[in-house]
């Protein structure tokens, strides 16, 4: 049994790439779609799950001996909607323009199936150190899923990457990268080559045992 | 040894469900004390962090209104808060400080919450100069353009305000954003509140006295008496001489305590309801807030002052002193007959007392 559990370091390194929340487990498709426009809003959307998914996390490994089972998702929604909401009341105060430009998506995070999924697939279930890092490694993850999109899309739509101008002056913005359509695009494209390298991974692993 | 268990079957059977009930109650509390002790904390958490952000957001909201000046009224480079009869409103102001107009700040439901705007309107409070929407919680893609569709914004501009906003389906002068048309309403609604108040603020009018005429036919003007506690109006013709009265009465309606304020007009004896009129009210848009609709008000008019009325549901009866209620608007409409009941007998007993004023 014990050795059938992954460690805190391979719960982080999960995350990242083998166990992703865009690219492998496609949770939190609304906010991969939604604000990946630009390098920032990505960037401030994921340091807001990192925050929250963190704290619920935590919390939610802290009290695993006393939830009740049927009880434990309003307990998890509960906790998560709190923690959301101070996010959410933070960047309205910090990062003013940043939350209007990220408007009904921050306290969207409340039904983000990532946070939900992690208090009930693992914080519920590991102790609290396991729980830190899994939260780390899956917001590690999905930053790198959006930072990946946002990457491509503000590169393609806007010239620009994080706001700073990387394309010469010859270039001509594709509109359409920055609507809705740029980013379906964007994401099932980078899905598919994500796939496709996996499954020659696969293959040779396959060959060689 | 089957008789005493039989014997003693019933008196054990009662004894276990009085326990098992006992047991269900604890466990009630047993299983949810997590969640309510959670909740109690996020709670205070929540509290502490509103009470500790919420300068810093507003001041935020503040700095973006004064922003927005320049675009909201042409010429204006900077904006400077002030008071106007309660009123918060920001002056604009040109280069060499001269006001060249005025932002005001409306707000009101739209279609999922609350929506804040700001409103330009010229030196003279003639036109509108410009919109903008501060903070909004419509539906990304439809109701949200209101923001995100600057053309659509736009079209506010240039509208004179002498005469209220509406959207063209409804007979009005804007256009509506296709899939949002609550919103769009709602947009209307909120600017021509806003400047609604905004113009009495400006005149420092006394509001109530100006619509006596509105619940008294042939009222030219009112004169400001305190009767029982109540604020009542003589209503006066043209020459000076008494016709009626008007009562400033508030109660309780759906959205909470004292949130209707009627205007009460009544004949000159105080025998009969002269006309009615809704100042202010909380009620539920498009279903309580019927209670302004002149239709529905107009059945007050000759009622007997004298007999407390009656809501029915039914077509009232001709020459009874019932009242049809709004369907989908019970509540409010009762309450609109309580308050009525209530001022009138609280008006006749201070009638009795004052000799002088009696009619």
Same mark, same amino acid.
């Given at each position: 049994?014990?050795?059938?559990e992954?460690?805190?370091?391979?719960?982080?390194?999960?995350?990242?790439?083998?166990?992703?929340?865009?690219?492998?487990q496609?949770?939190?498709?609304?906010?991969?779609?939604?604000?990946?426009?630009?390098?920032?809003?990505?960037? /401030?959307?994921?340091?807001?799950?990192?925050?929250?998914?963190?704290?619920?996390?935590?919390? /939610?490994?802290?009290?695993?001996?006393?939830?009740?089972?049927?009880?434990?998702?309003?307990v998890?929604?509960? /906790?998560?909607?709190?923690f959301? /909401?101070?996010?959410?009341?933070?960047?309205?105060?910090?990062?003013?323009?940043?939350?209007?430009?990220?408007?009904?998506y921050?306290?969207?995070?409340?039904?983000?199936?990532?946070?939900?999924?992690?208090?009930?697939?693992?914080?519920?279930?590991?102790?609290?150190?396991?729980?830190?890092?899994?939260?780390?490694?899956?917001?590690?993850?999905?930053?790198?899923?959006?930072?990946?999109?946002?990457?491509?899309r503000?590169?393609?739509?806007?010239?620009?990457?994080?706001?700073?101008?990387?394309?010469?002056?010859?270039?001509?913005?594709?509109?359409?990268?920055?609507?809705?359509?740029?980013a379906?695009?964007?994401?099932?494209?980078?899905?598919?080559?994500?796939?496709?390298?996996?499954?020659?991974?696969?293959?040779?692993?396959?060959?060689?045992? | 040894?089957?008789?005493?268990?039989?014997g003693?079957?019933?008196?054990?059977?009662?004894?276990?469900?009085?326990?098992?009930?006992?047991?269900?109650?604890?466990?009630?509390?047993?299983? #949810?004390?997590?969640?309510?002790?959670?909740?109690?904390?996020?709670a205070?958490?929540?509290?502490?962090?509103?009470?500790?952000l919420?300068?810093?957001?507003?001041?935020?909201?503040?700095?973006?209104?004064?922003?927005?000046?320049?675009?909201?009224? @042409?010429?204006?480079?900077a904006?400077?808060?002030?008071?106007?009869?309660?009123?918060?409103?920001?002056?604009?102001?040109?280069?060499?400080?001269?006001?060249?107009?005025?932002?005001? $700040?409306?707000?009101?439901?739209?279609?999922?919450?609350?929506?804040?705007?700001?409103?330009?309107?010229d030196a003279?409070?003639?036109?509108?100069?410009?919109?903008?929407?501060?903070?909004?919680?419509?539906?990304?893609?439809?109701?949200?353009?209101?923001?995100?569709?600057?053309?659509?914004?736009?079209?506010?501009?240039?509208?004179?305000?002498?005469?209220?906003?509406?959207?063209?389906?409804?007979g009005?002068?804007?256009?509506?954003?296709?899939?949002?048309?609550?919103?769009?309403?709602?947009?209307?609604?909120?600017?021509?509140?806003?400047?609604?108040?905004?113009?009495?603020?400006m005149? #420092?009018?006394?509001?109530?006295?100006?619509?006596?005429?509105?619940?008294? @036919?042939?009222?030219?003007?009112?004169r400001?008496?305190?009767?029982?506690?109540?604020?009542?109006?003589?209503a006066l013709?043209?020459?000076?001489?008494?016709?009626?009265?008007?009562?400033?009465?508030?109660?309780? #309606?759906?959205?909470?305590?004292?949130?209707?304020?009627?205007?009460?007009?009544?004949?000159?004896?105080?025998?009969?309801?002269?006309?009615?009129?809704?100042?202010?009210?909380?009620?539920?848009?498009?279903?309580?807030?019927?209670?302004?609709?002149?239709?529905?008000?107009?059945?007050?008019? #000759?009622?007997?002052?004298?007999? @407390?009325? $009656?809501?029915?549901?039914?077509?009232?009866?001709?020459?009874?002193n019932?009242?049809?209620?709004?369907?989908?608007?019970?509540?409010?409409?009762r309450?609109?007959?309580?308050?009525?009941?209530?001022?009138?007998?609280?008006?006749?007993?201070?009638?009795?007392?004052?000799?002088?004023?009696?009619?």
């Amino acid at each position: 049994m014990a050795k059938d559990e992954p460690t805190p370091l391979e719960r982080f390194i999960r995350g990242i790439l083998p166990e992703n929340p865009v690219y492998r487990q496609l949770l939190g498709m609304c906010p991969t779609l939604a604000v990946t426009a630009s390098m920032k809003a990505a960037m /401030t959307m994921s340091g807001a799950v990192l925050f929250v998914l963190f704290c619920a996390n935590v919390l /939610t490994s802290l009290i695993r001996h006393l939830l009740k089972p049927h009880l434990r998702i309003l307990v998890f929604t509960l /906790t998560i909607a709190a923690f959301v /909401t101070i996010a959410d009341r933070f960047l309205a105060a910090y990062m003013y323009e940043m939350s209007k430009q990220l408007g009904p998506y921050v306290p969207l995070i409340i039904v983000n199936c990532i946070i939900i999924c992690r208090c009930e697939v693992c914080a519920s279930k590991q102790p609290v150190l396991t729980a830190a890092t899994d939260a780390l490694g899956q917001s590690v993850g999905f930053a790198l899923g959006l930072a990946s999109i946002a990457s491509v899309r503000e590169i393609l739509g806007s010239g620009e990457w994080f706001g700073l101008a990387v394309m010469g002056d010859w270039w001509i913005d594709w509109g359409i990268m920055i609507l809705p359509p740029g980013a379906f695009i964007t994401l099932g494209l980078l899905l598919g080559t994500a796939n496709w390298i996996g499954s020659g991974r696969a293959k040779r692993g396959a060959r060689e045992s | 040894m089957d008789d005493t268990e039989a014997g003693r079957r019933p008196d054990a059977g009662a004894a276990g469900k009085v326990m098992q009930k006992e047991k269900q109650k604890s466990n009630y509390l047993a299983q #949810g004390w997590l969640v309510l002790l959670l909740a109690g904390g996020f709670a205070a958490a929540l509290a502490a962090v509103q009470v500790s952000l919420s300068g810093r957001i507003e001041q935020n909201k503040e700095n973006e209104t004064l922003g927005r000046i320049g675009e909201l009224v @042409p010429g204006a480079i900077a904006g400077r808060k002030t008071d106007i009869n309660g009123m918060t409103a920001y002056e604009a102001l040109d280069a060499g400080g001269k006001r060249v107009g005025w932002v005001i $700040k409306g707000s009101g439901q739209g279609y999922s919450d609350v929506i804040e705007l700001l409103i330009g309107v010229d030196a003279e409070v003639q036109k509108i100069t410009g919109l903008y929407v501060l903070e909004h919680k419509e539906t990304p893609g439809l109701g949200s353009k209101i923001r995100d569709d600057a053309d659509w914004a736009r079209q506010f501009a240039g509208k004179p305000v002498a005469e209220p906003l509406g959207v063209v389906k409804d007979g009005g002068q804007i256009a509506s954003i296709a899939s949002a048309t609550i919103s769009s309403r709602s947009v209307c609604q909120i600017v021509n509140n806003a400047i609604k108040q905004f113009k009495n603020a400006m005149a #420092g009018r006394d509001t109530e006295a100006e619509r006596v005429g509105d619940v008294v @036919p042939g009222a030219a003007g009112g004169r400001k008496l305190s009767v029982a506690g109540m604020t009542v109006y003589e209503a006066l013709d043209e020459s000076g001489a008494i016709i009626g009265w008007a009562v400033v009465a508030a109660g309780d #309606g759906y959205a909470g305590e004292d949130s209707i304020v009627l205007l009460i007009g009544l004949d000159a004896a105080a025998e009969k309801i002269a006309g009615l009129t809704v100042l202010s009210h909380g009620e539920t848009p498009r279903l309580g807030d019927r209670i302004c609709e002149q239709a529905w008000l107009r059945q007050f008019k #000759g009622k007997d002052a004298n007999r @407390p009325l $009656k809501p029915t549901k039914s077509v009232p009866r001709a020459g009874s002193n019932e009242i049809e209620v709004i369907s989908g608007a019970t509540v409010s409409s009762r309450s609109v007959c309580r308050i009525v009941n209530e001022a009138t007998a609280r008006l006749k007993g201070g009638f009795g007392k004052t000799t002088g004023t009696a009619p």
